[in-house]
Protein backbone atom coordinates (compact mmCIF):
# COMPACT_ATOMS: atom_id res chain seq x y z
CA UNK A 1 0.00 0.00 0.00
CA UNK A 2 1.29 3.98 -0.29
CA UNK A 3 -0.31 6.50 1.17
CA UNK A 4 -0.11 10.12 -1.08
CA UNK A 5 -0.02 14.11 0.22
CA UNK A 6 0.12 16.60 -1.84
CA UNK A 7 1.21 19.73 -1.10
CA UNK A 8 2.41 22.75 -3.19
CA UNK A 9 -0.74 24.61 -4.20
CA UNK A 10 -1.66 28.35 -3.88
CA UNK A 11 -3.17 31.23 -5.11
CA UNK A 12 -1.15 32.89 -8.09
CA UNK A 13 -1.84 35.00 -11.04
CA UNK A 14 -2.30 33.88 -14.49
CA UNK A 15 1.09 33.75 -16.79
CA UNK A 16 2.66 32.66 -13.00
CA UNK A 17 4.48 28.69 -12.06
CA UNK A 18 3.83 26.75 -9.35
CA UNK A 19 5.27 23.04 -8.49
CA UNK A 20 2.97 20.64 -7.25
CA UNK A 21 4.53 17.38 -4.75
CA UNK A 22 3.35 14.31 -4.11
CA UNK A 23 4.96 12.90 -0.94
CA UNK A 24 4.24 8.72 -0.38
CA UNK A 25 5.02 6.72 2.46
CA UNK A 26 4.89 3.12 2.02
CA UNK A 27 8.15 0.53 0.47
CA UNK A 28 6.01 -0.07 -2.34
CA UNK A 29 5.89 3.53 -3.85
CA UNK A 30 8.07 2.06 -6.85
CA UNK A 31 5.71 -0.29 -7.75
CA UNK A 32 3.68 2.08 -8.45
CA UNK A 33 2.48 5.01 -11.61
CA UNK A 34 2.00 8.22 -10.29
CA UNK A 35 -1.11 10.39 -11.87
CA UNK A 36 -2.37 13.78 -11.45
CA UNK A 37 -5.96 14.61 -12.04
CA UNK A 38 -7.83 17.80 -11.35
CA UNK A 39 -11.37 18.51 -10.06
CA UNK A 40 -13.05 21.69 -11.25
CA UNK A 41 -16.24 22.84 -8.81
CA UNK A 42 -19.02 21.64 -10.80
CA UNK A 43 -16.87 19.43 -12.95
CA UNK A 44 -15.51 15.75 -12.86
CA UNK A 45 -12.30 15.04 -12.02
CA UNK A 46 -10.76 15.91 -14.91
CA UNK A 47 -6.86 13.46 -15.94
CA UNK A 48 -3.69 15.61 -15.97
CA UNK A 49 -0.60 13.63 -15.80
CA UNK A 50 0.62 10.44 -15.56
CA UNK A 51 4.32 9.12 -15.01
CA UNK A 52 5.76 5.44 -15.13
CA UNK A 53 7.11 3.79 -12.15
CA UNK A 54 10.76 4.64 -13.19
CA UNK A 55 10.07 7.92 -14.53
CA UNK A 56 10.68 6.44 -18.16
CA UNK A 57 7.40 7.14 -19.24
CA UNK A 58 4.76 9.93 -19.23
CA UNK A 59 1.57 11.38 -20.81
CA UNK A 60 -0.61 14.14 -20.65
CA UNK A 61 -3.39 15.96 -21.00
CA UNK A 62 -3.80 17.92 -24.16
CA UNK A 63 -5.13 21.08 -22.36
CA UNK A 64 -1.35 20.84 -20.41
CA UNK A 65 0.62 19.53 -22.76
CA UNK A 66 3.52 21.80 -23.05
CA UNK A 67 3.41 23.73 -19.74
CA UNK A 68 3.22 21.02 -17.17
CA UNK A 69 6.15 18.49 -16.45
CA UNK A 70 5.66 15.53 -14.15
CA UNK A 71 8.64 13.85 -12.88
CA UNK A 72 9.69 11.98 -9.94
CA UNK A 73 11.89 11.05 -7.63
CA UNK A 74 12.09 7.61 -6.23
CA UNK A 75 14.94 8.35 -3.84
CA UNK A 76 12.82 11.25 -2.19
CA UNK A 77 9.18 9.07 -2.61
CA UNK A 78 8.21 12.48 -3.99
CA UNK A 79 6.41 13.12 -8.03
CA UNK A 80 6.53 16.91 -9.04
CA UNK A 81 4.46 18.45 -10.80
CA UNK A 82 5.58 21.76 -12.41
CA UNK A 83 3.03 24.14 -13.83
CA UNK A 84 4.04 26.80 -15.56
CA UNK A 85 2.22 29.48 -17.87
CA UNK A 86 -0.77 28.72 -15.79
CA UNK A 87 -4.28 29.99 -16.85
CA UNK A 88 -7.40 30.78 -14.99
CA UNK A 89 -8.99 27.50 -16.34
CA UNK A 90 -6.44 25.42 -14.51
CA UNK A 91 -8.34 26.99 -11.05
CA UNK A 92 -9.52 22.92 -9.46
CA UNK A 93 -8.35 20.84 -6.39
CA UNK A 94 -5.15 18.70 -7.41
CA UNK A 95 -4.92 15.17 -6.45
CA UNK A 96 -2.26 12.62 -7.10
CA UNK A 97 -2.96 9.01 -7.17
CA UNK A 98 -1.32 5.69 -7.50
CA UNK A 99 -1.87 2.50 -9.74
CA UNK A 100 -0.32 -0.32 -10.99
CA UNK A 101 -1.04 0.38 -14.37
CA UNK A 102 0.14 3.23 -16.45
CA UNK A 103 -3.00 4.76 -17.14
CA UNK A 104 -5.15 8.00 -17.90
CA UNK A 105 -8.48 6.25 -16.17
CA UNK A 106 -9.08 7.45 -12.71
CA UNK A 107 -10.83 4.37 -11.84
CA UNK A 108 -7.67 2.70 -12.19
CA UNK A 109 -6.31 4.62 -9.25
CA UNK A 110 -6.64 2.92 -5.98
CA UNK A 111 -4.45 5.37 -3.74
CA UNK A 112 -5.76 8.99 -3.97
CA UNK A 113 -3.81 12.12 -1.77
CA UNK A 114 -6.50 14.27 -0.21
CA UNK A 115 -5.99 17.00 -2.63
CA UNK A 116 -4.49 20.41 -3.14
CA UNK A 117 -6.20 23.66 -4.07
CA UNK A 118 -4.87 25.53 -7.15
CA UNK A 119 -6.36 29.29 -7.83
CA UNK A 120 -5.12 31.41 -10.81
CA UNK A 121 -6.98 34.56 -11.28
CA UNK A 122 -6.84 36.53 -14.41
Known amino acids: QVQLVESGGGLVQAGASLRLSCAASGRSFMRYAIGWFRQAPGKERQFVAT????????TYADSVKGRFTISRDNAKNTVYLQMNSLKPEDTAVYYC???????????????WGQGTQVTVSS
Open 51 to 58: IGWSGDST
Open 97 to 111: AGATLFTTVPTVYGY
